[in-house]
DNA sequence: AGATATATGTCATTTTCTGACACTTTATTG
DNA sequence: CAATAAAGTGTCAGAAAATGACATATATCT
């Protein structure tokens, strides 16, 4: 019986304990095409692996796992797993009305499944992504959305830490062509802006993303500086980490 | 060699391959206490299981997967699983001005790990999920916010399809206690609403959360109605499925 | 009481895994 | 070009693990 064939057994055991019917051995060997015997040590196997298998015996009995429900492996690019953070994040402050009180505990388990290596870059991600107050009527009079061509190579840059050209229409409706770090995402609801060192200023300077027409990452990189090198443009502005 | 210690072996060997740095196998074998042969059978049972693992020969290489975060083996409850989806559906409208263009994918990728069973089940719940329009000012300037002691019991009837019984402060504060069925979770942000059945009145009534003042969940089954049997009850408020 | 169900121990046999060794291929560097 | 670093594959003897068969124990339901 090879190793493969064995792992499959064992996760074709555990997803008929996911459902909600108790799991009868018997019928599970006969499925399986191997001995009750065999079934048992299995048992033993995922409850080593920390598989909580409860047990009824008698009739009417079998086996099965407490009620929940379980994400298996799944693999998120980095802009996915970016987004599905920030989305946990903004949904659970819209939710706040309504007890979203299991978003730690989602946010706990699933970044305790990342490796930790993953662990430290995502954390450090979501240090560089805060949230402020919404933002004011006039300000979302103004509010245009952002192409896909220009969130996802700003992205990119975010989370690799690359020098970013972007076409910018500020509010005068001047087009300019800058090259920036983008250091800090910020969203001031429903707007986004991304915080930057501008190489064409030499300065600080915060751009929203809505008015950018286009992004390009480029080949020079940046480390990512605290939010302190921010702060002081940024009064009045109260924000947050998410 | 148990299958329990092979296992463990190839999951070491899979967080490895996560991180951004090339994994030179001779280190993994030294690291791991195997040979190197052993280590390139194990590759090969990880690129058998779908692991779609890239190697580098010569000077500087080594092996490596392709550029993403893997999310691990995860236990959400039901109640927890309900959260995530509503955080994501709710993140992602309130993200749509930045492109949140990889909502779906997240959202399939987290479905498609889930059992055919469980599937099934989280689809339904999807289905009895609805966002409205935003609220108007005079109705938000009275909100309030659901306790925990409310909205868990709520959450879990609504999953399970039991009826509900509620301590209800109206708008004039008129204290009642009701049976209700929730049929539908209904979100006009910042508002959520429950879309019952009342027992008390025998008719459809839509019951702000934030009004619960207490709620335990009975032992009385129900079966969840579909949306038409509400529509007529909600002209003037367009919604959608999350 | 009998039937249904989980659970554990033991043993002979079969299967699989492992390390050692040999050899091949590829990429980079001086 | 030669040397080195690195992934990759085949073979074999011995050790380790898995398996089914059998026996026994415990719990639940009719």
């Known amino acids: 019986m090879k190793t493969l064939d064995r792992i499959d057994r064992l996760e ?19 499925e399986l095409g191997v001995s009750l015997r065999t079934v048992h040590r299995d048992l033993e196997v995922l409850r080593l692996r920390g598989i909580p298998v409860e ?17 298996g492996r799944v693999r998120l690019t980095r802009a996915e797993t970016l987004d599905l953070l920030i989305g946990l ?33 995502i954390g450090a991600l979501r240090r560089r992504i805060r949230v402020g107050p919404t933002a004011s009527g006039a300000m979302v009079g103004t509010l245009g959305s952002t192409p896909q061509q220009v969130s996802d190579p700003l992205k990119e840059a975010f989370i690799l830490g690359r020098v970013l050209t972007i076409r910018y229409k500020d509010g005068q409706a001047a087009m300019t062509s800058r090259q920036v770090e983008p250091h800090f995402l910020l969203h001031n609801p429903p707007i986004w802006y991304a915080v930057c060192w501008d190489h064409l200023r030499q300065q600080n300077r915060t751009f929203r993303c ?15 500086r605290p939010w302190s090198a921010f702060e002081t443009d940024m009064v009045g502005n109260p924000t947050r980490e998410i």
């Open 12 to 30: 074709r055991l555990e997803s008929w304990l996911k459902s909600d019917e108790p799991l009868v051995l018997h019928d599970a060997a006969r």
């Open 55 to 71: 047990a009824d015996r008698g009739r009417g009995g079998g086996v099965r796992l407490p009620s929940s429900w379980g994400i």
């Open 89 to 121: 994040a903004i949904g659970e402050s819209a939710h706040a009305t309504m007890q979203m009180g299991h978003a730690d505990a989602i946010r706990r388990k699933l970044l305790a499944s990342f490796s930790h290596a993953d662990q430290r870059q």
């Open 210 to 224: 809505d008015r950018m027409q286009g992004a390009t990452v480029t080949e020079q990189s940046f480390t990512p």
